[in-house]
């Protein structure tokens, strides 16, 4: 066989396995820099404001919904006591005042727990699945133009073999920039489906409000 006809394969590791290991291990420590950058921190710390905030109103609603039970019962409680004072021709002034608070009780934890269901909680949730493709989408920038730096890089040294020995040849994408730009395109596309998402959970918000609106004005007329 001809040697200069000949594929020359350079390698830095003596197997396929350290190679791999090797090279998880870098892209390990330049996701951990990338990510610790001022745009990708920003964009996590409204991704999980966000969260937080869905967090919060779940747990309010759910604890609304609690007290609103309780407030029921009770009223059940009271109002038959009540019914059973007046059946029996007895004033009971303690029990309709008593009675009068929790109906006031329910109707205004009723009122704050449907606020939550139909309008705060669906807009929070639009806005973290709008965070969320922020954050994946500041990541995918974040990483691609670290890959371009890194390729441009290799690209420089390339060309001083290329000089040396007139012409060079390497596939990147078999390279730890490649697997960069593909970890990027992937963040992308998770970036566009949250998008997605977000789109999908605002029009049926806008439909039921749209639906809501149109029984408050029936009822009100």
């Known amino acids: 066989m001809d040697p200069l006809a000949q594929t020359v394969e350079v390698r830095a590791f003596s197997s396929d396995e350290e190679l791999n290991d090797a090279m998880q291990k870098k892209l390990e420590e330049i996701y951990a820099d990338i990510l610790s950058t001022s745009d990708v921190a920003n964009a996590y710390e409204a991704c999980e404001a966000a969260?937080?905030?869905?967090?919060?109103?779940?747990?309010a609603q759910a604890s609304l919904t609690q007290r609103a039970r309780v407030a029921f019962d009770k009223m059940k409680e009271v109002a038959l006591s009540v019914?059973?004072?007046?059946?029996?021709?007895?004033?009971?002034?303690a029990?309709?005042?008593?009675?009068?608070?929790l109906e006031a009780e329910h109707r205004s934890v009723s009122r704050a727990n449907s606020r939550i269901l139909e309008r705060l909680l669906p807009q929070a949730e639009i806005a973290e699945l709008n965070q969320t493709a922020d954050h994946?989408?500041?990541?995918?920038?974040?990483?691609r133009e670290a890959a371009s730096q890194r390729i441009q890089k290799t690209a420089q040294m390339m060309a001083e073999a290329a000089e040396y020995e007139g012409g060079i040849v390497f596939d990147s994408m078999n390279t730890l920039s490649g697997e960069m730009q593909r970890q990027a395109?992937?963040?992308?596309?998770?970036?566009?489906?949250?998008?997605?998402?977000?789109?999908?959970?605002?029009?049926?918000?806008?439909?039921?409000?749209?639906?809501?609106?149109?029984?408050s004005s029936v009822r009100s007329s």
């Open 185 to 215: 395109s992937e963040f992308e596309r998770q970036a566009a489906n949250y998008r997605g998402w977000a789109r999908e959970r605002a029009e049926r918000y806008l439909r039921l409000a749209k639906e809501l609106e149109s029984i």
């Open 136 to 143: 994946l989408a500041a990541k995918a920038y974040a990483v």
């Open 51 to 59: 969260k937080s905030e869905v967090t919060k109103l779940k747990r």
């Open 95 to 101: 029990g309709m005042k008593q009675l009068a608070r």
């Open 83 to 93: 019914d059973m004072a007046l059946i029996e021709g007895k004033e009971s002034a």
